[in-house]
């Protein structure tokens, strides 16, 4: 934990994770990431708010999820946006922030299916593995190529077993367990579907860690 924690994060300096929608690359900073990344996502550190990016312009205006959201910004140049803090054993702490629509788009998708397992309940955190760009035209007549990440929940651990958030405090309390919420599985866990050939299982973050990660399910289950 950094000294500096018991500031707002936003005024802090993090690293910062990104996606290219031009030329399908994951970035942290200016590091190609490759496909195949892990990373864990925090998403008890959820927020949503306003933001434009440009050349030299980077300004965004957000609150945790759950909170009252920030005024509307009177310039139209501002886009809806999100963020979230991840951590990789590899190359640690990070913040994806990110008024694309596309990555925006990704990014609330994954947290809608976080919120669908119990283990969401149970603090438990997800473990996602940073896949292969999916391509989008854009545009009836003068259609543009973008790409849009694809990132999937291969597994979920314990938030404090993650040294750099253990002692962050979580701003946004896990959703309440509901009868309709649904035991996660791993990939790897489940059975092949019919006529696909099985796809080889990522690398565990447990051996990136070195440790052994407690089996899914956490405190009740």
Known sequence: ??????????????????????????????????????????????????GKAGDGVFEFYMTPVGSEPPKTPQDDKFKPAVGMLWWSPEHGLAEMITNSSLLRRTISDIWDTYKTYRQAADWLLLVTEFGAPREVKVGKNNTRIFWTPVLTIVDCMPRDQIPALKYRPPTVPPPIRLDQQIPFRAPALLPPAKDRRRRSAPEQLSDLLDDELPELGGAGQ
């Open 1 to 50: 934990m950094s000294d500096l924690d018991d500031f707002d994060h936003c005024g802090v300096y993090l690293q910062r994770l990104k996606f290219n929608a031009l030329t399908a690359v994951y970035l942290l900073e200016d590091l190609d990431l490759g496909v195949g990344s892990l990373w864990v996502g925090d998403t008890l550190t959820r927020r949503r708010g306003f």
